[in-house]
């Protein structure tokens, strides 16, 4: 049993001596001995190297294993299928983005839409009259060339000129941007009409297509004045009318010319054919102005008729509204349902085509003057509306030009501030970009000779139209 004992222990110790020269090799091979060395080493001590070789083996295995890991290469495959999901990645974060994209596209467009119904259906009002702040004094600019009270004024559809006309019956384009003459069609004298190309009495209307492609000049000749609005050439004469030519306006998106008389009637014109289509009847006075949008149909004042009228062309039929006290003098449409109008009795009213009463009235809007006992309101002379939204502006001659804020649904009025304009302000008009305010301002005003105010400057303000920042509007964010 020793015998076979002995055996078993001589061919166990070669086993360890085996794994503990393996490692011995390997570790004398990583310092750089050499071989005969490795072999003299096994040769010695067997029990110490195979003792060492039990309880640093794992240790040495563990170690070996990591350093094999770090220094591993990628294979091919192992690059391919890294590079791949990388790849896969990159899609999926594109496609994220994307969709985030077109979530905002799709809300942005929606939006739009709505805005379009809501204004094809006269609905829209924007809120904007809560970020709009009073201009600096020295930030107005006075345009003058007219020798005579500016009566009317209409703005380019880009914004970048005006046109502007006044009882010397001349005709001004201006460069917005520079504030100089681009061109100036004189005026002649009474008498001359056959020889004059251009107006011999005053101008009072005025109005320009939504291409900017056609301008019309109504005077108090009865005629109607085609020009071409880019070289101010001369196309052609409308006569018609039995009196002075009051109010003038493009049908949004057509040719279509509105024209309105103080021989009490209503005329349609297509400009582009020069044509004549058709006579409406209906107010009791002198029409004192008219406006119309993109629908067929157009709104009138009456003067002292004491009526607004809405004519629906292709139903042959008309709306009348009462509300003012005085002689209506001026209207514009906010948008195809809502009006604004001013009276000689010193308000201005907001009005819907589905009420034969005004929403909201302001009397005395632009206050009064004269003496206790004589005391008068102001007389508007002069309205504007930024279209599609909650802002609008009253002229008088009070030396101001007072900017409102309609409520929603336009059911209020309230005043927001007001600008210094000495003068009689016969005309006012809102920017397309609502960046600006224009004014056409006189000494007299823009139908007669009442009064004359000595210290104004017959020409046209160009009043900058602030914006409050988020620091100047706490409330802006809640």
């Known amino acids: 049993m020793s015998s076979f004992f002995i055996k078993k222990k001589v061919n166990a110790k070669p086993t360890k001596k085996a794994g503990s020269t393996r490692v011995i090799k390997r570790k004398a091979d990583g310092d750089g001995l050499s071989k005969g060395r490795a072999k003299k080493v096994n040769s010695g001590a067997n029990e110490e190297i195979s003792s060492e070789s039990e309880t640093e083996g794992p240790t040495v295995s563990r ?10 290469e990628e294979t091919p495959q192992e690059k391919k299928l890294r590079l791949a999901k990388l790849y896969l990645e990159q899609l ?36 904007i009259a809560k970020d709009l702040q009073a201009p600096d004094v020295a930030d107005l600019r006075l345009l003058r060339g007219h020798q005579l009270p500016v009566t009317c004024l ?15 019956c001349s005709i001004i384009k201006w460069d917005v941007e520079s504030g100089k003459k681009l061109h100036t ?132 039929s008309q709306l009348v509204f009462h509300g003012h006290e005085g002689s209506i003098d001026c209207v514009q449409l906010v948008n195809e349902e809502h009006m604004i109008t001013g ?9 819907s085509v589905g009420r034969k009463k005004p929403l909201a009235t302001v009397k005395q809007a632009h206050g009064c003057h004269g ?38 649904g336009f059911r209020s009025l309230q005043p927001l501030f007001s600008i210094p304009v000495v003068g009689f302000v016969n005309s006012l008009k809102f920017s397309s970009s609502g960046d600006f ?34 620091e100047q509007d706490p409330t802006r964010d809640q």
Not at 344 to 351: E, M, P, R, T
């Open 92 to 127: 999926r974060e594109e496609e994220e983005k994307k969709a985030e994209e077109d979530s905002f596209e799709k809300d942005l467009i929606a939006g739009r839409l709505q805005e379009e119904v809501l204004e094809q259906r006269g609905k829209l009002q924007r809120f």
């Open 437 to 470: 305010l224009v004014a056409g301002v006189g000494q007299e005003h823009r139908l007669g000779r009442w009064w004359r105010i000595k210290e104004a400057k017959n020409g046209i303000y160009i009043i900058p139209l602030k914006k409050k920042s988020s």
């Open 185 to 316: 069609i004189p005026g002649g004298r009474k008498g001359t009409e056959d020889r004059h190309v251009g107006h011999t009495a005053h101008i009072l209307s005025m109005a320009i297509s939504s291409d900017g492609k056609y301008l019309a000049t109504g005077d108090w000749n009865k005629l109607i004045m085609i020009w071409e609005a880019a070289t101010c050439k001369h196309l052609y004469k409308f006569t018609g009318h039995k009196d002075a030519v009051s109010g003038l306006s493009f049908r949004k998106g057509t040719h279509d010319l509105y024209s309105a008389s103080h021989d009490r009637s209503v005329k349609v014109w297509n400009v582009s054919e020069n044509a004549y289509v058709e006579t409406l009847f209906g107010h009791q006075d002198v029409i004192t102005g008219l406006d119309s949008l993109s629908r067929e149909r157009c709104v009138t004042a009456g003067g002292r008729d004491g009526t607004i009228r809405v004519w629906k062309i292709a139903e042959e």
């Open 154 to 168: 209409v703005i380019s559809p880009d914004d970048k000129h005006i046109f502007s006309a006044a009882k010397d």
């Open 371 to 408: 003496d206790k006992a004589l005391e008068q309101p102001y007389w508007i002379s002069s309205v504007a509306a930024l279209q599609n939204s909650d802002t609008v502006a009253s002229g008088s001659h009070n030396s101001k030009v007072q900017i409102w804020k309609s409520g929603e």
């Open 343 to 351: 009276a000689d009795d010193g308000s201005v009213a907001l009005w």
């Open 63 to 72: 170690k070996r294993k990591e350093n094999e890991e770090e220094e591993i």
